[in-house]
């Protein structure tokens, strides 16, 4: 069975400063594919970045970046220089092996504050 | 503009009733998903679809049902069998991908508030 940890229920960060929110995963396929999203007060749903398993670098995106560590099944984002625009709830999410019956799932979330 | 378009945005439900929310997508998407969020939760999966005709049960589809006759739709109807239905529920979409070398991203609509009166 597939799963998405994610143990931060909160952070609060100071503007400008540099933040990694957590992610573990676990699963037995292969072939798998992580992403984060963010999710403001509005309640819209924001693609930040996209990692495969097989992919040998890290993806960055901007100020964000997502530290892979295949062997810990970690998948921590980092966002570089925060900003108080980055205040949200922030998901990480897998869909693990490619078939018509495969699916992606979220874990609980973060929600990340920044402090002026 | 493409996009995934959900209505209403906002849904009462009287004791009993079954309601439908609408997903429809113009991205030419084939695999459409809906997923439910509580209030400071985490989302999680009811039913998803990678073809016309076909969907697949998520983690809690007990008290909801779906239907993908077209490409474009994938309406979720609540039924009076889901005593808690009160949520937000999101519907998503994406290209079907073969493996995790496709840098796949799942685009979603704004949502819809669902209330029991």
């Known amino acids: 069975a597939q799963k998405i940890t994610q143990t931060q229920p909160g952070m609060f960060v100071q503007e400008k400063e540099a933040v990694t929110l957590d992610c573990t995963y676990d699963t037995s396929d292969p072939s798998y594919g992580l992403f984060w999203y963010k999710q403001p007060s509005s309640g819209e749903m924001i693609f930040l970045i996209y990692?495969?398993?097989?992919?040998?670098q890290n993806a960055t995106e901007g100020r964000y970046s997502l530290n892979f560590q295949k062997a810990r099944k970690s998948a921590n984002l980092v966002i570089s220089a925060s900003q108080l625009g980055d205040s949200a709830m922030y998901f990480c999410?897998?869909?693990?092996?490619?078939?018509?019956?495969?699916?992606?799932?979220f874990g609980s979330g973060t929600r990340l504050s920044i402090r002026p | 503009d493409g996009g995934i378009t959900q209505s209403p945005k906002y849904l009462f439900r009287k004791e009993g009733q079954n309601v439908t929310l609408s997903c429809e997508q113009n991205l030419n998407h084939d695999a459409m998903y809906w997923y439910r969020q509580d209030p400071g939760q985490g989302l999680r999966l009811i039913y998803y679809?990678?073809?016309?005709?076909?969907?697949q049960k998520g983690d809690i589809a007990e008290g909801y049902s779906v239907s993908r006759e077209k490409k474009e739709s994938f309406p979720l109807t609540v039924t009076s069998a889901q005593k808690n239905p009160t949520a937000f529920y999101l519907c998503?979409?994406?290209?079907?991908?073969?493996?995790?070398?496709?840098?796949?991203?799942?685009?979603f609509g704004s949502g819809t508030q669902l209330s029991v009166l």
């Open positions: 999410a897998m869909r693990a092996g490619y078939s018509s019956a495969s699916k992606i799932i």
């Open positions: 998503a979409s994406s290209i079907f991908v073969l493996d995790s070398s496709n840098n796949e991203k799942l685009f």
């Open positions: 990692q495969g398993s097989y992919d040998q």
């Open positions: 679809s990678q073809i016309v005709n076909d969907f």
